[in-house]
């Protein structure tokens, strides 16, 4: 968003006078009692382009430079966009205005400014040898930090004047509007929205840690790599006063040597991505990943894979060249990892003499910390090699089938491959399903505190994210999915484990296990559990599996393909079959999401009820229909199965 930039002041809506400037005591005085959350209020609006360290130093020089003295500018008034100085004391027949409101307002218009003049403009506090950066938060942080990265700097703004400062509306958009911004109204509807979508509260998790700028890690830089440059730099200075003294005696120095370009001009070249960008960036997916691996220097075996990707994809004359992830010999094969900004390519060359190829291509677009944590690197014999995200410092493998196991550690080369992981989701007994292998990953705490999270192979390059959504609590907001590498949430994977083959090679990206309904049985037989578990695709098509948990058993009741339903954008679900008691009488079992207040069923049964579940008798087993009544007086149609075997 670019911030007009006038001679003078912008313009202010006329019945909202242009602030006047406090003395030079209560100014400072103000400064200091409110600092901290003026640093905040600009590490939230500035761009997070900056990077989180220079983003920390940038909202503390704002800060400090609030009462400097800008040049051309009046007392108590904005010359060229400038900030205003300080004044001299007021007299008593001038009542002095708010000192905090008017750095605020200084803040805010320093704040907005592009990243380029944030960066050059101020003089930034300096760190040497240190990079600085907050505290890191959860999944809900996390979330935050990333729909804050995408949104405008005046949404961003407007959020955290509201939320954070606690002002009205209208003092919002007054304050945008004198800081330049051409839509203040819009950028308010749009910090409207984004609060709303978050859960727990945005001001909440605002007011925490994870976006305190005054309470940071400290972390070296590069120390390798700070020890190479002292090492070439000393080399340097030698070859240099070596080659004067040449010069001086006379003779000329031989020319150094040229690079050996083995590329042909109109070769793709990768890009190369610095070590460190994954801990010091709000774009924690592949574009974070460095080049690894043995033979990444291997300029030859590169340009053979970026030769192939370019001859076989149809966007590849035209894209941006892709980026290097990992080029190693694996098994026996040669491997290369690329990533083009949409898509992940694994190129392999197999063989005695390496003669065969093949190349892989899949969508990776909008991957996160989770869907970008592991990529298969190859696959042989039922085990798979795995090469996980420079950002995971914890691996370990478990079988879903057994929650109460501890997850076996995962040994991990230098370079980030793992060892060979044997799939058990891939053979069966005579009982069926024996098992299904999961990795069990933690992130950094430089990115993300204490986040764990499972991925299970579904046969495509990136390992599919599992998580977990309990039941609502009575009165209670809607959850959101949680991570399920607790003991609640390994215990309900345990029960879907089994149907996560049945999704292998569909280009599944996540499975979130969503228990919308609990309801008693009648007979006294115990208890249902209904469970939505919704698989969405790279590409963004979506599959339901409708599933009702009755004493020993997970039985399947119908599949929906191509559907927002059990996700943020089909929150209200119902669905219904019949089902045995342990006597052999038949029941229509019916249960809705927590939005339902009401079912009825029509055709060869016909009940009602107030509320989310209806259990009625039934002497038939012929189609029935569901409707479920919502708020505001619509109503909702249902999913419908034909029967459910008995629970004995």
Not at 462 to 488: I, K, M, N, V
Request: glycine share 10%; proline share 9%.
């Amino acid at each position: 968003m670019r911030i007009p930039q006038t001679n003078g002041a912008p313009d202010r809506p006329a019945s909202i006078p242009a602030p006047r400037s406090p003395s030079r005591d209560a100014a400072e005085a103000a400064l200091v009692e409110h600092y901290p959350a003026l640093v905040r209020l600009a590490h939230l609006i500035l761009s997070p382009a900056l990077g989180r360290h220079r983003r920390v130093l940038a909202a503390h020089a704002l800060v400090q430079r609030g009462l400097a003295r800008s040049r051309g500018a009046r007392a108590g008034t904005d010359s060229g966009g400038a900030a205003p100085a300080v004044p001299p004391p007021r007299t008593a027949e001038a009542p002095e205005p708010s000192a905090h409101d008017w750095l605020r307002a200084r803040v805010v218009r320093g704040a907005l400014r592009p990243p380029l003049t944030v960066s050059t403009g101020v003089a930034l506090p300096k760190a040497l040898g240190l990079r600085v950066f907050p505290r890191a938060g959860g999944t809900d942080e996390l979330a935050l930090d990333r729909a804050l990265a995408a949104a405008e700097p005046a949404t961003r703004a407007a959020l955290a004047l509201t939320a954070l400062e606690g002002l009205a509306p209208s003092s919002v958009i007054a304050l945008l509007h004198a800081a330049g911004v051409a839509a203040p109204e819009q950028a308010m509807d749009s910090a409207a929205r984004l609060r709303a979508n978050c859960a727990p509260d945005a001001a909440e998790l605002l007011r925490g840690p994870e976006f305190d700028p005054c309470t940071v890690h400290l972390r070296p830089t590069d120390l390798l790599g700070r020890r190479r440059r002292v090492r070439l730099a000393a080399l340097t200075g030698v070859l240099g006063l070596l080659a004067g003294t040449a010069v001086a005696l006379g003779r000329e120095p031989e020319p150094p040597p040229q690079p050996v370009v083995s590329a042909a001009p109109e070769d793709v070249v990768p890009v190369r991505v610095p070590a460190e960008r994954w801990a010091d960036t709000s774009r924690v997916d592949f574009t974070a990943w460095p080049a690894r691996g043995e033979r990444a220097t291997d300029a030859d075996l590169v340009r053979r894979a970026s030769a192939a990707w370019k001859g076989d994809s149809p966007g590849a004359a035209v894209s941006e060249p892709p980026s290097l992830l990992y080029a190693g010999v694996v098994d026996g094969r040669n491997v290369v990892l690329l990533h083009t900004g949409r898509t992940l390519v694994r190129y392999t060359e197999s063989g005695a003499g390496l003669p065969r190829t093949s190349l892989v291509e899949t969508r990776a677009d909008d991957s996160d910390v989770t869907t970008a944590a592991a990529v298969v690197l190859a696959r042989a014999g039922g085990r798979t090699r795995y090469l996980l995200a420079p950002w995971i410092t914890e691996a370990g493998v478990r079988d879903l089938r057994k929650p109460g196991a501890a997850a076996r550690s995962l040994r991990i080369t230098a370079d980030g491959a793992t060892e060979p992981v044997t799939d058990t989701g891939s053979r069966s007994g005579p009982g069926g399903c024996t098992g299904v292998t999961a990795l069990q990953l933690r992130s950094s705490t430089r990115i993300v505190e204490d986040h764990a999270f499972l991925l299970v192979d579904l046969g495509g390059l990136s390992p599919t994210h599992l998580t977990w959504t309990p039941l609502p609590s009575p009165g209670s907001p809607a959850r959101r999915p949680h991570e399920a590498t607790g003991p609640l949430g390994l215990a309900a994977w345990s029960h879907s484990a089994c149907s996560l083959p049945l999704l292998r090679d569909s280009g599944v990206r996540s499975v979130n296990r969503w228990e919308f309904a609990a309801q008693t049985l009648p007979e006294h037989a115990g208890r249902a559990l209904w469970i939505c578990s919704r698989a969405d695709t790279w590409e963004g098509t979506g599959r339901v599996d409708v599933t009702v948990e009755v004493p020993g058993r997970a039985v399947p009741v119908t599949t929906v393909r191509a559907t927002a339903a059990c996700g943020r954008f089909g929150q209200d679900v119902l669905a219904g079959t019949y089902w045995s008691a342990p006597t052999g009488r038949r029941y229509l079992l019916a249960a809705g999401s927590r939005r339902v207040l009401g079912i009825g069923a029509e055709g060869a049964v016909k009940a009602g009820v107030r509320g989310q579940v209806l259990a009625v008798g039934a002497d038939t087993s012929e189609p029935f229909r569901l409707t479920g009544h919502l708020p505001g007086g619509s109503s909702m149609p249902g999913w419908t199965a034909r029967s459910v075997e008995g629970s004995g």
